[in-house]
């Protein structure tokens, strides 16, 4: 009985949760079987389709459709009533269930009653009752129905072993006292086996097999908690399902036992899964794959920078310091990036940095923990020389140096004068050289071809690099300035780009090369400067070393030669020759054509031409094609071609050929579920409304979204729409394997409502409502029949409402007072939002009205007179015949009149006797019923029959009296009715007496 056992708690709530659908829970109760569930992982398809699973002490159950079972017996264990279904079914499905069935853990069997067995086939779920056979609290219908069966077979049972155990009685009374010790034995040892635990068979999916190493994936996590490493777990997209759906249960715990490395490189790591606490899955693996953190821990990288050139700096704060540490060449990538990072700060800052010009040691610490991306601190040691260099301590007198010849104490002879003393100090040589020095002497030099003293005071205060001032005194003559002092050696700095190695091209090149001597760009403005070189300058786009010779004998201030070393590289590039066929290197793969493609497309051949490479990096350079990639699959030669003419360092068109293919994009992973989006509402289900839904449903793939309307896209489905004002599962599938640029087929579900409704669906018998009063049985009158009953179903009672409904009945419904079954048809076949008819019964009544028929005065009164009587003697007298109404107003035929109107009541009538001495009035209000298929005869035929009579009270000496007659016909569409009176009178004394008699009707009323 173990398969059997479920809970008690779990039972309850399917009980519960079927009441809800709406329907009678019975009606449901029938219809569904309890089969339990086993999963097999190789399984990708079934038959079957649960209503819902759930799980009871550790075993899976569902509520299968019996049609379903009956149709797939081979699918089904009947001895063990074990249906197998695929994981992923399982999962989903019990996924679902479970948000409205939460279980207790009480244990309770399915009572083995015939037809209410869970081990039966025609399965009750309300038959299930608790291990001590005590009627579990269902809802109160179905609880009492199986109460009273379970009740009468016990009754049966109990009554059977009465009368055995009677006639087994008298036979031994020792035999009932052996077999009572017998049961007190076996009672306790039952009672000692059920305390004790049993086994439970745990039906959890085993996971331990299902890990795996994926050394080739990698991932980037902060730290190793439980979600970090599900996040990495999740990158591997080749996982088994099963380990995939159990890494993201909640329940599951995902650890590791190996240290996160911030070192900003991937490492091995095993995450270890542990799925015994999910109620799905059981068991421990692990997946090994290679993992980097997020932050880079700085700390590991080395900050002693004493051995790099010395920097320059302003001042010692946070932005000058991080200024300096980003102008160290050969910077770490990371460290470099830590630099640019927002929050990064500077800490503990020790040394002082003396306006002396030499290097002075400073150290700090990096502290990174503020950052995004990095983490840690990094002591660092650096030489750093102040900007600013005071050069009033230099030394001031060079009058020991041997004199230098200059034109005059202008602002450019004093700097080639300083720039020439043999000796002087280098940085007043550079301070000279600075455009913002200031250079002023109060010295004369007379052009005496004699040496002179001059005092020459430099002013450094506006320089960038230097502060201060100092008064030097050297030596001078005037004369032509010889240039052979200003000789220079500038290969070690950047290439300068020249078109060509004209004189024009040399003096640029003099102008813009790093570190040339300030009296030197003074010596290229002289006119009549002969500048020439012997080296070449091949159009190659490489640097080349060029030796440059400045003659100034021709000058008017300067004399002598110098010559100055460069590099220099043509200006302009011609790439013509460095195109070439490249289709055999690999098909490139790309989705466009356009620029940026082409030059990724380059970039990704490693066998492109490296002045190609360098070319394309230029913005100016045009790389373009006029050939198509279609979205195919299959691969295109495209002819590129690099326009290199509008650049300033290339020139010339090369042409290039490349493979490339545009892969079509596959659809299928685009499929999704939608069912938990807002229903929408179509009018049918063929490809146009489908593409509408689709364009209408809130969260669509935007991707799939923009294909649905593309040449050779199909929308179809194969779910059928019930058009019964309820939302059904839709799985609509989008094949794009027809069209020019996708592949593949989707398939998205969602909830669909017809948007017209099938009137049919609502059919229904609402005779046992009671019965709803109307006046006749026009359309407006059943309409409000049908509003009034308050169980029709609400689509009935809008469809109604709706223009162009046809609400009618066949039936005919006299106006008798009674309740009459009458059936209604809804048609909405004229209508926008339905269709078909729906058929119901109901009960309807139209009140019976009286028919009061007004007899104007005297129009049915009769007067009769005796005179002169001594013997008994009567005379009669009619009235006038008197149509009272055309009963074909108020019946279609006479057998429905007698329906509406079976009796006849004849009110207000005076009746009056009078004799010569003594009078007698009375007065009859009213008399009937009479029937009217009787007193009215179909035939037309007369025949009086008396009402009343009254006399006066008799006399010795005689009495007088009358007798009242009526009579009613039925002649063409009118009904005629006539009185007649009898007066009687008589008696031996009454000799030349007379006696009169009167009668009026003024009402008679059908009723």
């Known amino acids: 009985m173990k398969k059997d056992i479920i809970c008690n708690s779990c039972c309850k709530k399917i009980l519960s949760y079927l009441k809800k659908t709406g329907q009678e829970s019975t009606i449901i109760l029938n219809n569904y079987d309890v089969y339990k569930i086993s999963i097999n992982q190789d399984l990708d398809e079934t038959n079957f389709d649960p209503l819902i699973i759930f799980k009871c002490r550790k075993v899976f159950f569902g509520l299968f459709l019996k049609e379903n079972i009956i149709n797939n017996p081979q699918d089904v264990d009947k001895e063990t009533r074990t249906i197998t279904l695929p994981t992923g079914i399982v999962v989903k499905k019990f996924k679902a269930s479970n948000q409205i069935l939460r279980k207790k853990h009480h244990r309770f069997l399915l009572a083995n009653l015939p037809a209410l067995s869970l081990t039966g086939v025609k399965t009750h779920l309300n038959s299930i009752t608790t291990l001590d056979h005590k009627i579990i609290p269902n809802p109160k219908n179905e609880v009492s129905y199986y109460q009273k069966t379970i009740l009468n077979q016990h009754k049966h049972f109990f009554r059977t072993l009465f009368l ?11 035999l009932i006292i052996i077999l009572i010790i017998g049961l007190v034995i076996g009672g306790w040892q039952i009672f000692t086996s059920l305390k004790s635990p049993r086994p439970l068979v745990d039906h959890r999916i085993n996971i331990s097999q299902d890990g795996g190493d994926y050394y080739k994936l990698t991932a980037s996590i902060q730290n190793t908690s439980s979600k970090e490493l599900l996040s990495a777990a999740q990158h591997i997209n080749n996982l088994k399902p099963e380990l995939q759906s159990a890494i993201n249960d909640t329940t599951t715990i995902l650890t590791t036992s190996d240290s996160l490395q911030y070192d900003g490189g991937y490492h091995l790591m095993k ?26 821990d700085i700390s590991q990288l080395s900050g002693d920078f004493t051995h790099d050139n010395p920097l320059h700096i302003a001042n010692i704060d946070n932005t000058s310091l991080l200024n300096a540490l980003k102008l160290l060449p050969n910077l770490n990538s990371n460290l470099a990036s830590v630099l640019l990072a927002q929050g990064v700060q500077i800490l503990n800052i020790k040394g002082l940095i003396i306006p002396d010009g030499f290097a002075h040691r400073i150290s700090f610490t990096l502290d990174a923990n503020n950052t995004n991306n990095f983490k840690g601190q990094l002591n660092c040691q650096l030489n750093l020389i102040s900007d600013k260099f005071d050069i009033s301590h230099l030394k001031n007198d060079y009058t020991t140096s041997s004199p230098v010849t200059i034109r005059d104490t202008s602002f450019n002879s004093l ?39 001059l005092k020459v005071t430099i002013d450094a205060t506006n320089t960038l690099a230097y502060s201060g001032q100092l008064t030097i005194m050297l030596k001078a003559q005037a004369g032509k300035m010889n240039i052979s002092s200003l000789n220079q050696d500038l290969i070690s700095y950047p290439a300068v780009s020249e078109q060509n190695a004209s004189p024009e091209s040399l003096r640029d090149a003099l102008q813009k090369v790093q570190g040339i001597n300030q009296t030197t760009l003074n010596v290229l403005k002289e006119s009549n400067l002969l500048i020439t070189t012997y080296s070449k300058l091949p159009n190659d786009g490489a640097a080349h070393e060029l030796d440059i010779t400045l003659n100034a004998y021709r000058t008017l201030d300067y004399t002598g030669i110098a010559t100055i070393k460069l590099m220099a590289k ?30 990724k497309a380059l970039k990704q051949i490693k066998q ?3 002045v190609i490479l360098s070319a394309i990096n230029d913005p100016r350079v045009i790389v373009s094609t006029t050939s198509k990639l279609p979205q195919d699959d299959l691969a295109h030669d495209i002819a590129i071609t690099v326009n290199a003419n509008g650049s300033q360092d290339y020139m010339g068109t090369a042409n290039i050929l490349v493979s490339m293919l545009d892969p079509k994009p596959d659809i299928t992973n685009w499929s999704q579920d939608l069912t938990s989006s807002p229903v929408v509402v179509e009018p049918d289900v063929n490809p146009k409304e489908l593409f509408d839904a689709l364009k209408n449903v809130d969260g669509l793939n935007p991707h799939l979204k923009n294909i649905l309307s593309l040449p050779g896209i199909t929308i179809a489905t194969e779910s059928k729409l019930i058009n019964d004002n309820q939302p059904h599962k839709i799985n609509i599938i989008i094949d794009a394997n027809n069209a020019a640029n996708y592949k593949g087929k989707a398939t998205v579900t969602l909830l669909l409502k017809a948007s017209t409704i099938d009137l049919s669906y609502f059919s229904g018998n609402y005779s046992q409502d009671g019965a709803f009063t109307i ?4 359309q407006d009158q059943l309409v409000a029949a049908i509003r009034a009953d308050s169980n029709i179903n609400p689509v009935l009672k809008n469809a109604v409402r709706e223009k162009g409904i046809i609400v009618s009945t066949s039936n005919k419904v006299l106006a008798t007072g009674q309740g009459i079954l009458i059936t209604i048809k809804i048609d909405g076949t004229n209508t926008i939002n339905y269709f078909n008819s729906a058929i119901i019964k109901l009960m309807v009544i139209i009140p019976k009205n009286t028919l009061v028929v007004n007899v104007p005065p005297g129009m049915l009164s009769v007067a009769s007179k005796v005179d002169e009587w001594g013997i008994v003697a009567e005379y009669s007298s009619e009235s006038p015949p008197f149509a009272m109404i055309d009963w074909t107003k108020y019946a279609d035929n006479w057998d429905d009149f007698i329906l509406q109107y079976p009796t006849i009541t004849v009110s207000k009538m005076v009746g009056k006797i009078h004799a010569d001495d003594f009078s007698y009035d009375q007065t009859i209000t009213a008399f009937g019923p009479l029937a009217v298929d009787r007193v009215i005869p179909q035939d037309g035929s007369q025949t ?46 009454f000799f030349h007496k007379y006696s009169t008699s009167a009668l009026d009707v003024s009402q008679i009323k059908f009723n």
């Not at 300083?418 to 002023?440: R, Y």
């Not at 006046?775 to 026009?778: L, Q, W, Y």
């Open 944 to 989: 009086y029959q008396k009402i009343a009579g009254f006399y006066t009270t008799p006399y010795s000496t005689g009495c007088v009296g009358a007798d009242i007659y009526i009579q009613f016909w039925k002649a063409g569409n009118f009904i005629y009715v006539q009185v007649k009176s009898y007066v009687i009178g008589g008696g031996a004394s």
């Open 164 to 174: 055995k155990s009677n006639l087994r009685f008298k036979i031994s009374f020792v």
């Open 775 to 778: 006046k006749n049985t026009n």
């Open 570 to 599: 043509t200006s302009k590039t011609d790439i013509t020759n460095d195109g070439g066929n490249y289709t055999n290197y690999g098909n490139i793969i790309s989705t466009s054509v356009n620029s940026s493609a082409l030059i």
């Open 271 to 296: 995450i270890n899964i542990n799925a015994n606490h999910s109620e799905i899955f059981k068991g421990t693996t692990s997946i090994t794959m290679n993992i980097k953190a997020t932050k880079f």
């Open 415 to 453: 700097v080639y004068l300083i720039t020439s003393i043999a000796g002087m100090d280098h940085h007043l040589i550079a301070a000279a050289q600075d455009s913002n020095i200031i250079l002023t002497t109060k010295s004369s030099l007379p052009d005496d071809g004699q040496s002179h003293l």
């Open 608 to 610: 492109t031409n490296p």
